[in-house]
């Protein structure tokens, strides 16, 4: 395993373990609403807090882009490094005790995804990646599906909740969408969805309005994993845009197809 990978593993374990211990009393939390539907628990920041000072530890002048915290740096943001944190993805799930949320953590160098690790503290799952090295679930490399044919495949997908005024585009591509494919899943954590497109549980994954924490490890999981992974033009700008789109190969083009004529220009 890539040292970095094995720090980045070592947090979102650590982390993993922190939303266990709440998880047994998610009633006694304190819930805060960031916006809209959007919530923050205390056990997201500890979370955090907890995958931070284990990278800053190992990695001090390391710039730091995470959910809860936002931006910092070690070195006033001049890191060749960016670790792209979500604490706790999926935490309306998690407040409500349905057990569908992931720890997402993610390494750029350069401008390039080079390591990615996603974990599942409900199921203790460890997807990781590191570029040019395969896809893993504990430890058992993973590939995408060999799906071929778009009306046989199952896709996931995130409804708009945060900001609503993509609905009425998504409505229409989640229309079409059922129309031509075999069904579609909505389980509330992306970056375990986009996860379970590079172990071949889903054949692809497209959603509006996300942030780079939501996508960027499992971005890396997908590539590393034998899929595609774009914005709604097949393009590489899906963690500036919110707005990707992935799959094996051949599911992922005709997804695009699908898209293409529906997304806002």
């Not at 997201?44 to 936002?70: Q, T």
């Not at 609905?167 to 970056?191: H, I, S």
């Not at 595609?228 to 033009?233: A, E, H, K, Y």
């Amino acid at each position: 395993m890539h040292p970095m990978l094995g720090i980045a593993v070592r947090a979102a374990r650590r982390a993993g373990a922190i939303i266990n211990r709440a998880a047994r009393d998610v009633e006694l939390l304190q819930v805060t609403r960031k916006r809209h539907n959007d919530f923050v628990t205390e056990v997201d920041k500890a979370a955090e807090r907890a995958v931070i000072e284990i990278l800053h530890r190992a990695y001090p002048d390391h710039a730091i882009l995470a959910e809860e915290s936002g931006a910092s740096a070690g070195n006033a943001g001049e890191s060749e490094y960016t670790w792209i944190i979500d604490p706790l993805d999926g935490t309306t799930n998690f407040i409500h005790g349905f057990p569908q949320y992931a720890v997402s953590v993610a390494l750029r160098h350069k401008g390039l995804l080079a390591q990615a690790v996603i974990y599942d503290p409900t199921s203790n799952e460890l997807f990781t990646a590191t570029r040019g090295r395969g896809a893993y679930l504990n430890e058992r490399r993973i590939r995408v599906s060999k799906r071929a044919q778009l009306n046989e495949a199952l896709l996931g997908t995130g409804f708009p909740f945060r900001d609503l005024h993509s609905l009425d585009e998504y409505l229409a591509m989640f229309r079409e969408f059922t129309l031509r494919t075999a069904g579609q899943r909505r389980a509330g954590a992306a970056a375990l969805d986009i996860a379970y497109v590079a172990a071949g549980r889903l054949d692809g994954f497209w959603e509006i309005g996300l942030s780079p924490w939501d996508m960027a490890a499992g971005a890396l999981l997908v590539q590393e994993a034998g899929g595609l992974v774009g914005d709604f033009r097949g393009d590489s700008g899906y963690l500036d845009s919110g707005r990707i789109v992935c799959g094996n190969p051949k599911i992922f083009a005709q997804m695009l197809r699908v898209i293409g004529p529906l997304a806002a220009q």
